[in-house]
């Protein structure tokens, strides 16, 4: 059955959402953050804020999906050696998306600004620290859980910038290169997506014509941009990314802050 959110999109939105999409989905398969465009996106197309992160939540599984497996199949990410972040992620985005249900919309609108504002301030000064490449080195498991769960946490209660956070997090934490660090990233974004949409999807809030146009976009720009980020071409993306979360951000803030339309 259709919402009336989703009678009420007009042709040329619809390809403006996908377009965004698209774009998203090559960004977070890269760097992660695919989220910071397409959350301000939905929002200022006019759907309430429960409505978006459940929608965003079916459209960034297709996009995470093609991008763990691209990168698994490359041999650069190995399911044995992060089992307990496996688990403790699924854990945490059904945690987050329960506890999203119970956040008045009023609290989501205020907070959701925030997050995004944030994540483009956190992208804009802070700088992936150098790690070495050594793909043997034993992964310390009784990190993952802390990990894991406050990320999953996260993703399932809100979302913006999380493959951003799991790539540096597991920089800082482990002895990876960059590019296996980025598989980490997108394995677990498609666990906590996957969880926490099951979640949203029990409590009806899926607009599933829009998520299923938006994901199949976000699914063929995530598959370019992983095999973009497995030959090491992505710094080009940073500054535009940079520029259109901001712009958005600002967007969002004028009007679910000043009441303008």
């Not at 409505?51 to 996009?63: A, D, E, Q, R």
């Not at 050696?81 to 854990?91: E, F, K, M, P, S």
Request: with cysteine; charged share 10%.
């Amino acid at each position: 059955m259709l919402l009336p959110f989703e009678l009420a999109v007009d042709p040329t939105t619809l390809l403006i959402l996908v377009g965004v999409a698209f774009i998203a989905g090559f960004i977070d398969a890269i760097a992660g953050g695919g989220g910071l465009l397409t959350i301000p996106a939905l929002l200022t197309a006019g759907l309430p804020p429960h409505l978006v992160l459940g929608t965003n939540k079916l459209s960034s599984t297709f996009g995470a999906a093609i991008a763990s497996y691209t990168f698994y199949r490359r041999k650069l990410f190995n399911p044995v050696n992060w089992r307990n972040a496996l688990i403790g992620t699924a854990v945490g985005a059904l945690l987050g998306a329960a506890i999203a249900q119970w956040l008045p919309a009023e609290w989501l609108n205020q907070m959701l600004p925030v997050v995004v504002f944030g994540c483009g301030l956190y992208l804009l000064f802070g700088k992936s620290p150098d790690a070495p490449l050594n793909p043997d080195a034993p992964i310390a498991k009784g990190r993952q859980w802390p990990q894991s769960i406050s990320l999953g946490l996260y993703d399932g209660v809100a979302g913006p910038g999380t493959g951003a956070f799991w790539t540096v997090s597991t920089l800082l934490l482990y002895p990876l290169d960059l590019v296996r660090a980025s598989g980490v990233a997108r394995t677990m974004n498609f666990v906590s997506n996957i969880c926490a949409l099951a979640i949203f999807i029990a409590s009806g809030q899926v607009a599933w014509i829009l998520g299923i146009c938006m994901g199949s976009a976000l699914m063929v720009g995530a598959y370019i941009g992983a095999r973009t980020a497995i030959r090491g071409g992505s710094r080009f993306i940073r500054p535009v990314f940079i520029l259109v979360v901001l712009a958005l951000t600002a967007r969002l803030a004028w009007q679910h802050w000043f009441g303008h339309a």
